[in-house]
Structure formats: C-alpha cells, structure tokens
C-alpha cells in the first residue's frame, strides 16, 4: 500500500497569499497518478489536479500542482476566500487509491 | 446534468447488513469504473471499493474485504454497495464517485453528495 504523507497538517493564511501544500509517498506514484481535491464543510471532495499537473475542468489557474515519483506539490497562486477549505491528495495508479491525511487551509 | 445520488443510508446494528444505492444521470454508466470512498465523522478520506466499466473487476480495501460487496447494474444506470457484517468503525459517511473514464487508475472527477451509515447498538 502506498501511504501518503501530506504537510503541514494546517496552513494559516491570508488572502492574497500564496499556498504551498506538499504530498509525500511512501513509494514512487507510477505515471504520476496523482490527484489532488478540495473539499469544504459538508460537501463532496471535488477534483483540482489529475495526472500530478492537469487542471480538471473549470478549475481556475491559479491552482497548479506539481512533482514526480514520490513529492508532489500543490500551490495555490493567490488565495481567494472560496479556497479556504482542506485538500487532499491521492494516488490512483493502483488499488488501494490511498488519500493523504489531508492539509487544512485556513484564514490567518 | 451529469450527476451521482446516493441513497440506503441509515442507522444499523453491528453485524447487520445494509446496501447502498448510486444513481447516475447525465452520462452512460457502463462507460465508466465507479468507486465507493467514505468518510467517518470529523476524519480523512478513506477509499473502499472499485468495479471496471463492465463488472469484471472489483477491488477493495483490506477493511472492508469479504464483508462488502460492490457491483453495478448499467441497464439501470446504478451502482450498489452491499455492506454485511457492519461494525462500529463502518460509521461514515459514504461517497460514489465516479472514474474519469473506463480505466481504473483514473482520478475521480464527479462525486455524488454522500448518504450517512451509523453502525450502534
């Protein structure tokens, strides 16, 4: 099983600010099967990044994900209110699609 | 529009069963894997189950391996998760999702809004 590893487990920021969240495996992600989601207090996770780097549909510009076999990373340009929420990452190379813990951004 | 609904939630005793409904609209069900992810109170995301496009192929997480059951019926545009044998650690909540497109090792790119399972005596 591939655990992954996300920090820091809360990012106290404000808006405006850039967001770095890093995603780290316990085993190199294969063709970089890695995704990224956001989810919000009471709603569905809802995919931002797929294939480490792609941007899912409709998803502003200002999220990019980045990285390669084991450390992944997601920045979040310049962070507008509607982004304060936890994100995760995960793999989906092969079962079990193991999520990270997950990173919390919250308002400074 | 394209969308997932879950139904069959509830409140259950440990060791009982339960099933779980998902139903599609706006896309062709038999075009896509669909996965069962869930999520216990205030906690992570946990993935569950996976079935291929056609039903050939399932695979599960080792919590829940021999007591759930995921299967599809594409005619009816559904997918199911058969759930014996619950426990207290089952208690969550349970999303389907869908895979963006036939292969299994797809992101997950459209979500349904969860139904709430609650193993207690």
């Known amino acids: 099983e591939i655990v992954l590893t996300q920090s820091p487990g809360t990012l106290s920021l404000s808006p405006g600010e850039r967001a770095t969240l890093s995603c780290r495996a316990s085993q190199s992600v294969s063709s970089s099967y890695l995704a990224w989601y956001q989810q919000k207090p009471g709603q569905a996770p809802r995919l931002l990044i797929y294939?480490?780097?792609s941007r899912a549909t409709g998803i502003p510009d200002r999220f990019s994900g980045s990285g390669s076999g084991t450390d992944f990373t997601l920045t979040i340009s310049r962070l507008e209110p509607e982004d304060f929420a936890v994100y995760f990452c995960q793999q989906y190379g092969r079962s079990p699609y193991t999520f990270g813990q997950g990173t919390k951004v919250e308002i400074k | 529009q394209v969308q997932l609904v879950e139904s069959g939630g509830g409140v259950v005793q440990p060791g009982r069963s339960l099933r779980l409904s998902c139903a599609a609209s706006?896309?062709?069900?038999?075009?896509?894997?669909m996965h069962w992810v869930r999520q216990a109170p205030g906690k992570g995301l946990e993935w569950v189950a996976v079935?291929?496009?056609?039903?050939?192929?399932?695979y599960y997480a080792d919590s829940v391996k021999g007591r759930f059951t995921i299967s599809r019926d594409n005619s009816k545009n559904t997918l199911y998760l058969q759930m014996n044998s619950l426990r207290a650690e089952d208690t969550a909540v349970y999303y389907c999702a869908r895979a963006f497109g036939q292969l299994l090792s797809n992101a997950f790119d459209i979500w349904g809004q969860g139904t709430m399972v609650t193993v207690s005596s």
């Open positions: 079935i291929s496009s056609d039903g050939s192929k399932t």
């Open positions: 706006g896309f062709t069900l038999s075009s896509y894997a």
């Open positions: 294939g480490a780097s």
